[in-house]
């Protein structure tokens, strides 16, 4: 069994709708909390980064960590066809010295 | 400000050759990672720097990989007689320091052996 475990789609939704992207982990010890957003054939760019539970907001974007459930979401309102990508969950904690364990990615399509 | 460059962005070489994958980090990022993303393993974990030190070399797949940093800046990573299941996307990412878990990535190298 993965550590990290995505849903690795396609999802694919309309313009505007609100999208929830998740992963689950095995780990309890993670306590770093990173979602990426990949575009076909760039690096991975860093969207949201979140430490221990908690909710936290960037614009439209909301990353949620339920360390009681080893769950974690992320979720896009007014989602834009520009949001089509893949999306990487990515965890860490301080003993791996920064080493990120990544889920596998979500691929997003947002139609208009 | 400028981001993680790689080069070169594309690498076609035959089975046997070494190469060479070069990182340049962003200016003043200390800590410095290589993963690797192929499409059977995802992103996996190479290696990481922190200066020119490398604490953690625990993903090098084999000892036909190494890596090395100079000048606290620039990283290379080796792969000596590469063989097909070389191939994959190498990504290089830098972080401000060892307590700083946010990474940022670079383009990648796109490596095909044939």
């Known amino acids: 069994q993965k550590e990290v475990e995505q849903d690795p789609g396609p999802l694919s939704v309309p313009e505007g709708a609100i999208v929830s992207l998740n992963c689950t982990y095995s780990n309890s010890a993670f306590q770093y909390f990173m979602w990426y957003r990949q575009y076909s054939r760039k690096g991975p760019e860093l969207l949201m980064y979140t430490y221990s539970s908690g909710n936290k907001e960037d614009g439209r974007f909301t990353a949620q960590v339920d360390k009681s459930s080893k769950y974690i979401s992320l979720f896009i309102r007014d989602s834009q066809p520009s949001d089509s990508a893949t999306y990487l969950c990515a965890m860490t904690r301080r003993e791996y010295g920064n080493k990120l364990v990544f889920g596998a990615g979500t691929i997003l399509r947002v139609k208009s | 400000g400028a981001g993680v460059s790689q080069s070169p962005s594309n690498k076609v070489t035959e089975k046997g050759k070494d190469v060479e994958l070069r990182c340049d980090p962003i200016?003043?990022?200390?800590?410095l990672y290589w993963y690797r993303q192929s499409l059977g393993q995802g992103l996996e974990f190479l290696i990481y720097f922190q200066g020119n030190s490398a604490p953690d070399k625990s993903g090098l797949p084999s000892d036909r990989f190494s890596a090395e940093r100079t000048g606290g800046s620039v990283s290379t990573l080796t792969i000596q007689r590469t063989q097909q299941e070389d191939s994959a996307v190498y990504l290089c990412?830098?972080?401000?320091?060892?307590?700083?878990?946010?990474?940022?990535f670079g383009p990648g190298t796109r490596l095909t052996v044939t």
């Open positions: 990412a830098s972080s401000l320091g060892f307590t700083s878990y946010e990474q940022y």
């Open positions: 200016s003043g990022h200390t800590a």
